[in-house]
């Protein structure tokens, strides 16, 4: 019986390439490695979900405003009814008070928008993000165009509602976990204000208000009900709180049903000449930012703000978040 006998130069070379290749394994996976949108939901968090009597796959419904520059998470509760589980400052968002209608005009979207799993990115260039889906079926049939707006890290937007990277950290699995939990869509309603008296009647000469008047329905809705709203489109506006089934057969640019009014062509797809050449709210040059950032970046400068808010984007246009009226 005859053995094989291995030289120790091959032994060594033979050594060598398979440490080589468990070395290039080693370095695939930890450049593939990324488990950012599998973070669970800060221990903190739950916990204040559980003294409100929420469960973290509880479904969620988010408002976003675009002149206070925050965001509102609400939940559902062990009541059937939703609460508000926690605000959240916008780090940055651009364009102005009003919808967005053309690709690259900068806007941040307003309107009623419904978030899919398959809108989630745990693999954002901004950290984390989701896609609003605009533009949503209104917008298409009236024509406005655009894509990839999102909710997301970092404190940069070109017409993106910006949260920060440890905003988006809590907002992203709180949805995620929504979705786990048999959500099949979230309702996000992006809006100019908070629908007040005081807002509306600071407003009142806007180009914008029959649409801005139109939103103010979900916002009634759910005011009054503490559920999102069923929507639903025709006569050129959303409609909300119909039957689903109802709801379903409209057509965006036809007739609404009886009890539904209908929002004139004029007042229902603004002229954007003459809106950005009337009144205050479209004064600044782009967007804006929550207070809290806005002293970060007044004391300390841009730099110092994007350490604190993410490495991943510069802020965008810094000065002309210090120039929004709106904030102090």
């Known amino acids: 019986m005859s053995s094989v006998v291995v030289s120790p130069l091959r032994r060594v070379t033979r050594l060598g390439l398979i440490l080589g290749a468990a070395a290039l394994l080693a370095a695939c ?35 976003i405003y675009k002149q206070e520059s925050e965001l509102e998470v609400w939940k559902r509760t062990a009541s059937g009814r939703y609460a508000l589980m926690k605000t959240y400052p916008l780090c940055r968002w651009s364009g102005k008070l009003g919808p967005k209608m053309r690709e690259g005009d900068r806007q941040a979207p307003e309107g009623v928008y419904m978030v899919s799993p398959g809108r ?46 440890q905003g988006i950290a809590e907002i992203y699995p709180v949805v995620r976990e929504a979705f786990a939990g048999g959500q099949t869509a979230v309702q996000v309603q992006a809006l100019p204000f908070r629908m007040n008296a005081q807002n509306l009647a600071r407003h009142a000469g806007d180009p914008n208000m029959p649409f801005w008047e139109n939103l103010k329905e979900g916002v009634d809705y759910f005011d009054a009900n503490r559920q999102p709203p ?32 209908d929002v004139p062509v004029t007042a229902s797809i603004p002229d954007m000449t003459a809106i950005s050449a009337t009144g205050p709210a479209l004064a600044y040059t782009d967007g804006g930012m929550h207070p809290s950032f806005r002293e970060i970046l007044r004391k300390s400068g841009a730099k110092r703000l994007q350490a604190l808010t993410s490495e991943r984007a510069e802020v965008s246009r810094p000065d002309a978040a210090l120039a929004d009226p709106y904030q102090p």
């Open 29 to 63: 996976a930890s450049l593939d490695k990324d488990d950012r949108g599998s973070q669970p939901i800060p221990v903190r968090l739950v916990s204040e979900m559980k003294s409100k009597g929420m469960k973290p796959k509880d479904p969620v419904f988010i408002r």
């Open 120 to 165: 989630m990115n745990p693999r954002s260039q901004f950290y984390l993000s989701f896609d609003l889906g605009f533009p949503n079926k209104l917008e298409k049939a009236l024509g406005y165009s655009g894509n990839a707006l999102m909710v997301h890290g970092a404190c940069s937007s070109s017409g993106c509602y910006a949260m920060s990277d």
């Open 230 to 261: 069923s929507v639903a489109y025709c006569g050129r506006r959303y409609a909300f709180g119909l039957d689903p089934e109802l709801g379903s057969g409209l057509d965006p640019l036809g007739a609404c049903p009886a009890g539904v009014t």
